[in-house]
């Protein structure tokens, strides 16, 4: 009878400890789904490697938008699987300024269909696994209805959502994403328009304030160390605030 009793004790014990657990890993899920959320593209990825130890340190979801066609594109592209990170094509696309050096392969508003399609998908292919696709410039071709509307097909094609990191105030990517059902989603905030720690950290909580209103916003910075930094310093703390998810969650 002792054995019996004993055994029936540590069953009851075992299954309270398992039921406190389950009810405050269930409870933290439900209070997660109540955050806003923030998602953090950081762009330019495939020049190098030099800040990839650095990526590697950071604990929340990130998005890469790696630049086609690069000598460490498709190395980048592989980081991107790991876990807490996703990867979109961050697509040349021409700018307004002709003062700004154009990557080699980019999407200009003097070609046609076939040539868009072309160096799309020649650049896709550069950066296998990507689950959407992003403007890198393109201040004159996000601008330009007729052949954002020819990109864009191409990228439903391919099953890709769009996100437009704002070249421009005249961008028709939304209205026309929204034409062909195209999923989408846009810039709130550019985290680093100043290489500086102080305006970077200011961006940041400008867009956690943004979110608290919205239920959800997206901020865009670079490859380079200040805003890498900056983002590995701050999110922990953010956690209790916001949820940090990949851009592709908030694309519809």
């Excluded at 071709?141 to 959502?161: P, Y």
Aim: aromatic share 10%.
């Amino acid at each position: 009878m002792k054995l019996k009793y004993i055994l029936v004790s540590i069953c009851i014990v075992l299954i309270t400890i398992i039921a406190v657990f389950s009810f405050r890993y269930f409870y933290h899920l439900l209070q997660q789904s109540r955050l806003p959320k923030v998602a953090l593209v950081i762009d330019d990825w495939g020049y190098n490697l030099n800040n990839i130890n650095l990526l590697r340190s950071i604990d929340v979801p990130l998005t890469l938008a790696i630049l086609p066609n690069l000598k460490y594109s498709k190395e980048i592209a592989k980081e991107s699987k790991l876990k807490k990170r996703e990867a979109i094509l961050h697509m040349p696309m021409e700018p307004s300024g002709y003062f700004l050096r154009l990557e080699k392969d980019t999407v200009t508003t003097s070609m046609g269909e076939e040539e868009i399609a072309s160096i799309f998908l020649k650049a896709l292919s550069s950066v296998p696994g990507v689950r959407g696709v992003s403007n890198h410039m393109g201040s004159r071709f996000t601008a330009d209805s007729e052949k954002m509307n020819i990109f864009l097909k191409q990228v439903k094609k391919k099953r890709l959502f769009f996100y437009d990191s704002v070249a421009c105030k005249d961008s028709v990517c939304e209205e026309i994403t929204s034409e062909l059902k195209v999923k989408f989603i846009k810039r709130n905030v550019f985290l680093d328009g100043v290489n500086s720690i102080n305006y970077i950290k200011g961006q940041l909580q400008k867009l956690i304030e943004i979110a608290k209103k919205r239920g959800y916003a997206v901020g865009t910075g670079h490859d380079r160390v200040k805003t890498l930094e900056v983002i590995k310093e701050l999110t922990p703390a953010l956690k209790d605030k916001v949820r940090f998810v990949f851009v592709s969650e908030l694309a519809k």
